[in-house]
C-alpha cells in the first residue's frame, strides 16, 4: 500500500468528499483529512491509502485537478526527516 499526501484542500472539504474523489481511481485503504481541532474544519491537506498501481493513476489524474475552487497537489508521502 502506497500512502499518497494531498495538499492545498478547501477547507470545507468532509471525508466523505475526499475518500470519493480518490474512490474513482481504486479501493481507498485509509484516509486521514487533516482537521483543526476546534473548529473540525479542513486545514488544506489529508492522506489516503491505495495499493501502488491505483496511487500513481490517482496521482496522474488529480495532481492540478481543479476541487472547489483550489488546484490540488497529489504526490507520494515523502518520509519525515529526523531532526536532532
Do not use: W, Y
Not at 36 to 63: N, V
Not at 66 to 84: A, D, H, I
Amino acid at each position: 500500500m502506497k500512502r499518497l499526501f494531498v495538499g492545498n484542500l478547501p477547507s470545507n472539504t468532509t471525508v466523505k468528499e475526499f475518500e470519493a474523489l480518490f474512490a474513482q481511481f481504486g479501493t481507498v485503504r485509509s484516509s486521514e483529512l487533516i482537521t483543526d481541532i476546534f473548529t473540525d474544519e479542513c486545514k488544506g491537506f489529508g492522506f489516503i491509502g491505495m495499493e501502488g498501481h491505483e496511487s500513481r493513476a490517482a496521482i496522474a489524474g488529480l495532481d492540478g485537478k481543479n476541487f472547489n475552487g483550489n488546484s490540488l497537489r497529489v504526490g507520494f508521502e515523502s518520509p519525515k526527516s529526523r531532526r536532532r
